[in-house]
């Protein structure tokens, strides 16, 4: 983790911002390994779930609905597309130092 967060930093997006301080926090709380693994996953992965959804919410949206379970070829189909928008999304904001 960098120190920069250890220093309590924020996401930059205030709907993330509790998810960044508890993962934090977690982080303080619990040592790396598999006891960090099992006891942090859930808001790992809740934060990054949170910064797409507020980075790209269309695209993120699509993708959730139309890749939640299965279907037919279609829907397959729609999901990749969806899975596709999604990454350039996410690629499009990325810095390119």
Not at 26 to 47: D, F, T, V, Y
Not at 70 to 89: E, F, I
């Amino acid at each position: 983790m960098s120190s920069e967060a250890s220093k309590g930093a924020t996401t930059g997006f205030v709907e993330c911002d509790r998810l960044q301080r508890a993962l934090v926090e977690c982080h303080r709380q619990i040592p790396a390994g598999r006891a960090w693994e099992s006891g942090c996953r859930h808001l790992n992965r809740g934060l990054a779930e949170c910064l797409v959804s507020v980075a790209c919410p269309d695209e993120a949206e699509a993708v959730r609905s139309l890749c939640g379970s299965g279907g037919t070829g279609l829907k397959r189909t729609q999901c990749q597309q969806a899975q596709l928008s999604l990454s350039v999304c996410l690629s499009s904001l990325q810095r390119q130092d």
